[in-house]
């Protein structure tokens, strides 16, 4: 049960767009299609931000995208936002009822 | 709406255990499961374990096997993590959150507030 893993940081300009990768194993990213994102703002809980790989909750803005490849899934934010700046998690089920979840990236709007 | 309200801060000793409830309301209890994870300070979040409420199945990440226990109390909507043998890298901001929805590799929407939990002597 190793931890996804992600960039520990990106950055981008207002307006730009940023990809997030979260490499794991065929045990859990490549093994199955429950792939998860969660925003992080400082002192908050967590939100959940995309599902299933690539499917938004509703109200999450459609400038956040998920896919996968293999073993790796992205979280892509376009048109990036002030408000976007946060800690953003990974998260993939990797089986008979566990969870694994990535290291953690930062989104700096520069 | 559907919320989970976490107990309060705790500080406890090393060696000694910590409950955290997690209590629900909003929605049939028994419909979802719950997963519990922690955030020690500055670093990302760790996955501990799962309980069906259903039928009390729990799993748990191998770093906390034999270490934590989860149940839950249908009389009063509630989830419990208990966390034995504190130690001072216990320290950390738990977390409850529930299944959005009833099936397996579900994520998980809400979540709970988060309750720190402080491990000194």
């Known amino acids: 049960q190793s931890a996804l893993t992600q960039p520990r940081s990106v950055s981008g300009s207002p307006g730009q767009s940023v990809t997030i990768s979260c490499t794991g194993t065929?045990?859990?990213?490549?093994?199955?299609?429950?792939v998860s994102w969660y925003q992080q703002h400082p002192g908050k809980a967590p939100k959940l931000m995309i599902y299933?790989?690539?499917e938004r909750p509703s109200g999450v803005p459609d400038r956040f995208s998920g896919s996968k490849s293999a073993n790796t899934a992205s979280l892509t934010i376009s048109g990036l936002r002030a408000e976007d700046e946060a800690d953003y998690y990974c998260?993939?089920?990797?089986?008979?009822?566990?969870?694994?979840f990535g290291g953690g990236t930062k989104v700096t709007v520069l | 709406q559907v919320q989970l309200v976490q107990s309060g801060a705790e500080v406890k000793k090393p060696g000694a255990s910590v409950r955290v409830s997690c209590k629900a309301s909003?929605?049939?209890?028994?419909?979802?499961?719950f997963t519990w994870l922690r955030q020690a300070p500055g670093q990302g979040l760790e996955w501990m374990g799962w309980?069906?409420?259903?039928?009390?199945?729990?799993t748990y990440a191998q770093k906390f096997q034999g270490r934590v226990t989860l149940t839950t109390d249908t009389s009063s909507n509630t989830v419990y993590m208990e966390l034995r043998s504190l130690r001072s890298d216990d320290t950390a901001l738990y977390f409850c959150?529930?299944?959005?929805?009833?099936?397996?590799?579900?994520?998980?929407?809400?979540w709970g507030q988060g309750t720190l939990v402080t491990v000194s002597s």
């Open positions: 959150a529930r299944e959005k929805w009833d099936y397996y590799g579900s994520p998980f929407d809400p």
């Open positions: 909003g929605y049939p209890f028994k419909n979802y499961g």
């Open positions: 309980i069906s409420t259903n039928t009390d199945k729990q």
């Open positions: 065929s045990s859990d990213v490549g093994g199955f299609n429950s």
């Open positions: 299933d790989v690539s």
């Open positions: 998260c993939s089920y990797a089986g008979s009822y566990t969870w694994v």
